[in-house]
């Protein structure tokens, strides 16, 4: 049973998803420190106040309805996805183009789908009787 068990754990596919779990909240960590200590701060002075927490407070029969809270993780979102993709995506994609370019890699078109082939035949058909 232990040794069933040490083989499932050795598998790549296991250590490699661990590996990847760690990686990623680590990540993370950096990304939610770029927004709460840059770009937070910026945004709070552009617009006088790091969140928006108090913008559209309602309040209907003793409950109060936060529309500024939503608002802050909104953009705290919107932020937290383009910091990654511009530290990250980006960079990435043009380290990978370079490389490609290097080894002299070119991406394949895309083999067309019959169907569409046809499709078109037949418009074109269709075009040309009118």
Do not use: C, W
């Not at 529309?67 to 380290?95: C, D, R």
């Amino acid at each position: 049973m232990l040794k069933g068990f040490r083989d499932f754990i050795m598998k790549g596919n296991v250590v490699d998803l661990a590996v990847a779990v760690v990686m990623g909240t680590a990540f993370g960590a950096v990304i939610n420190s770029l927004v709460a200590n840059i770009l937070m701060p910026l945004i709070a002075a552009l617009f006088g106040s790091p969140n928006f927490d108090s913008f559209a407070l309602v309040t209907l029969n003793g409950n109060a309805i936060k529309f500024g809270v939503f608002l802050t993780v909104l953009v705290n979102f919107i932020l937290v996805a383009a910091a990654i993709y511009f530290a990250v995506v980006v960079p990435m994609n043009h380290i990978i183009a370079r490389r490609n370019a290097k080894l002299g890699i070119t991406e394949e078109e895309a083999a067309e789908d019959p169907q569409i082939v046809l499709l078109t035949e037949i418009r074109d058909s269709l075009r040309s009787r009118q």
